[in-house]
């Protein structure tokens, strides 16, 4: 009878210990599991720091937010981008129930600043990315309009649109190079036609190289702020103090996918070299030294002798090109563009930008430790110093648009023919899931260098088609349609 005893106490002690446990868990430690997982989860490592400090900075006494908003939030735009023929998303019950019915139009949205008085508008090309109907709606008024595409940069996810109405408010651009790490700035957008939101913060860095672009010579430079920018805010305005223009909101570091702290925005002086030329040429007029260049890291710092070293390292360069024939050496250290100091790839990205093909250069370079001052003239994608024509052509029964092969192109895939497609809207293109800038190299095994001669044989062949080419990715893909 005592040895039962025994028994059920220590069971007893045991549940009472338990629960005691349990309680203690619940009131201090599950309180410092949370504390710890929001704070991994809301300030990533390397910028826990940036973002404690953030707290205890003043505003300045100065500062009117109030002017800088009412000047900018007039000309900020709700952009409606609708894709004709898909779903979303299908649930499981949509496999038995709905399998047969009518797939009907997707709709994706963002913001985008108005310009110019008659209705030109600036916006991420991601916003608009394979739309076939772009709706815009003016900060106040409670319209649609119906806004045609002037031309796109996916090399700097900026586009250029356009609605037929005069009188409109818009923002006035600032310089981008005279903004200041530490400024104040606002970030305003348009998200779910709200009617505008504003928020504040600083700027955090410059100069900033992400890595979200999937364009083969993508142009990353960005303005990073810790002011708020969320999903819909994509082609927004990040403003100065007076309201000016300093850049367009595109991009958040995320891991859930909403504000966590980093904003990045295009600079402002990228946006007016690419609207401009989009406007007078339809296409951007891109300049190249036909030279490769990466950002020195502390192995090549080591290899270079100089571990304090800043500039760009000079890793590849085109046999016969203009930086060959200017004196450019694989192992040079670009260390200054015209006259402007290079501190690293991103900061010599946005140097290039700004330049035409037919351009003159000045290059001063580190080589064995002396330097070396060297004039290049730019070359565009076909490598000659002539400003390019928009040669692509449109096809409304194909849905996309047509451009033979930049040499630039050749050389980057390694190949010696093909066309290239964009702007791909409903169409022939949309229905075999190609996606933007996809190089068509045969169809129906069939080679095909000229865009003219492409476009007629896929509008005028019936029966099966089958494309074979390149993906921007570089993978190589087949696909196939029957066409009735």
């Known amino acids: 009878m005592r040895k039962g005893f025994n028994v059920l106490l220590i069971v007893l002690i045991a549940f009472g210990s338990g629960i005691l446990g349990s309680v203690f868990y619940q009131y201090f430690g599950q309180k410092n599991f949370m504390v710890n997982h929001t704070l ?152 779910f036609n709200l009617s505008s939101t504003v928020t504040s913060g600083i700027v955090s860095a410059k100069g900033r190289n992400i890595n979200i672009s999937k364009d083969n010579f993508p142009i990353e430079s960005f303005i990073q702020t810790d002011a708020a920018i969320n999903p819909g805010n994509s082609g927004g305005a990040l403003v100065n103090l007076s309201g000016k223009l300093v850049g367009i909101n595109s991009a958040i570091i ?11 925005a295009i600079p402002s002086n990228i946006v007016v070299k690419i609207i401009n030329d989009l406007k007078e040429f339809g296409l951007v007029q891109r300049a190249f030294i036909e030279a490769e260049v990466t950002d020195i890291d502390e192995q090549l710092a080591s290899k270079l002798g100089d571990e304090n070293i ?45 330049m035409r093909p037919g351009d003159n250069t000045k290059l001063e370079v580190l080589r064995s430790a002396k330097i070396k001052k060297l004039d290049i003239l730019l070359v565009n994608s076909e490598g000659d110093a002539e400003l390019l024509k928009n040669t692509s052509i449109k096809s409304e029964k194909l849905g996309a648009s047509f451009k033979s092969l930049s040499k630039i192109d050749k050389q980057y895939f390694g190949i010696d ?38 476009v007629r044989v896929l509008e005028n062949t019936k029966g099966w088609i089958s494309v074979k080419g390149i993906t921007p990715e570089g993978w190589i893909i087949t696909r196939s349609i029957k066409v009735y």
Do not use: C
């Open 40 to 191: 991994e989860e809301d300030m990533p490592n390397s910028f826990t720091s940036d973002r404690i400090s953030r707290e205890y900075v003043d505003v300045p006494i100065n500062a009117d937010f109030v002017k800088a908003s009412n000047e900018s939030r007039p000309a900020v735009v709700f952009i409606k981008s609708i894709k004709e023929g898909t779903n979303q998303s299908y649930s499981f019950r949509d496999m038995f129930f709905n399998f047969f019915s009518e797939r009907g139009p997707s709709i994706s949205s963002g913001s985008g600043v108005i310009i110019s008085h008659d209705g030109y508008i600036v916006t991420n090309h991601h916003v608009i990315k394979n739309s076939d109907r772009i709706e815009v709606v003016v900060n106040n008024r409670k319209k649609n309009y119906k806004a045609e595409i002037i031309g796109v940069d996916p090399s700097s996810d900026l586009a250029l649109i356009k609605i037929h109405v005069e009188n409109l408010p818009y923002i006035e651009f600032s310089n981008s190079d005279l903004v200041e790490v530490g400024e104040w700035v606002l970030a305003v957008g348009n998200p």
């Open 310 to 354: 800043t500039g760009v390292y000079v890793a590849k360069i085109v046999a016969g090109g203009n930086a060959e024939i200017a004196g450019l050496k694989i192992e040079d250290v670009i260390i200054r563009f015209n006259e402007a100091k290079v501190k690293d790839r991103a900061g010599f990205d946005e140097h290039l930008a700004y």
């Open 417 to 454: 023919y093909g066309v290239k497609i964009s702007n791909i809207s409903a169409g022939m293109m949309k229905d075999m899931n190609l996606p933007n800038d996809f190089i068509i190299l045969l169809v129906n095994n069939q080679k095909f260098s000229e865009a003219k001669e492409l």
């Open 254 to 264: 995320s891991r859930t996918g909403s504000y966590a702290g980093y904003g990045f």
